[in-house]
């Protein structure tokens, strides 16, 4: 097949996580869009709200020059992007569920504004809206992915990716986020990927160091996956093999018109909330 990204299997980690949590999941929030606005949908949770409103805040200090990225309050810049935020837009049901959500919002911001570490030194900026790259040009399949930080490391002329985590659960070991966003920094900018992090921005107040995976075999891994996912699309075999699970549930509710419409978020996607769930199980996990 030739290479062309417009018709490409594209897949990134939550594509992929998706897949394979429930084919049926992956076919709802990745390629199903609604009739009437051509729109892809999304289910608005306040840990979602929560993880957006900081890695706003957070992501955007990397285009400013160093001396510049805390010359104004950050908490000031938070409470600015919480405003997309409030209520059911972001998946608040009353006001005091959004209070506890916008203090941790609010807490995390201030704990690196005290400890900005390597928020406070050089960084690299991919220039790519999205960055992505061919894992295989001959089967037309991309990967891709937003990086929350590459932090430059002039000793080496290298790079660090750091993530940032503001769920209060500690990725899995085996989790491909971090392999995907190291092969991503390697391919989609010059310099040797040298180091990698996730920050728990809840609980620590430095980034977490973590083992570079052994990326030949990372990219095999997560290679195979597409080449499931693009099987299966062609087959039309997105099924759920339980016929109902608690990937794909919530948004078959979605799809049955059974959710509430509160908008449309910055990536164009048509975002919904779901009244009937109580407060735990609307928890969700911030990735």
């Excluded at 199903?32 to 306040?46: C, E, F, G, L």
């Excluded at 087959?235 to 979605?254: F, Q």
């Amino acid at each position: 097949m030739a290479k062309d990204k417009f018709t490409a299997t594209w897949v990134s980690h939550t594509s992929l996580s998706d897949f394979l949590n429930c084919p049926r999941a992956y076919y709802l929030r990745n390629v199903y869009r609604r009739p009437d606005s051509n729109h892809k949908i999304q289910i608005t949770t306040p840990p979602l709200s929560l993880g957006s409103a900081v890695h706003e805040v957070l992501e955007s200090l990397s285009v400013l020059q160093t001396r510049e990225r805390f010359s104004e309050p950050l908490l000031l810049k938070f409470d600015l992007a919480w405003e997309k935020y409030h209520g059911r837009t972001g998946g608040f049901f009353n006001m005091d569920t959004e209070y506890q959500y916008k203090k941790r919002g609010q807490e995390m911001v201030k704990r690196v504004e005290k400890n900005p570490g390597p928020l406070s030194t050089l960084a690299v900026k991919i220039n790519m809206d999205y960055p992505y790259y061919y894992l295989s040009e001959e089967e037309n399949i991309i990967l891709g992915g937003r990086i929350d930080w590459l932090q430059y490391l002039k000793d080496s002329d290298s790079v660090k990716v750091i993530d940032f985590k503001t769920g209060r659960r500690e990725e899995d070991s085996d989790s491909l986020q971090l392999p995907i966003y190291v092969l991503l920094s390697k391919n989609c900018q010059k310099r040797e990927v040298t180091g990698a992090a996730y920050w728990y921005l809840e609980s620590s107040d430095t980034p977490v160091e973590k083992t570079l995976p052994d990326l030949k075999n990372c990219e095999k891994e997560i290679l195979e996956i597409a080449r499931k996912i693009k099987v299966s699309k062609a087959l039309d075999k997105l099924k759920c093999p339980t016929s109902g699970c608690k990937y794909c549930e919530p948004y078959e509710k979605i799809f049955r018109n059974e959710a509430e419409f509160v908008g449309i978020n910055s990536y164009g996607q048509d975002c919904f909330i779901l009244p009937q769930q109580t407060e735990e199980s609307r928890e969700g996990q911030i990735l």
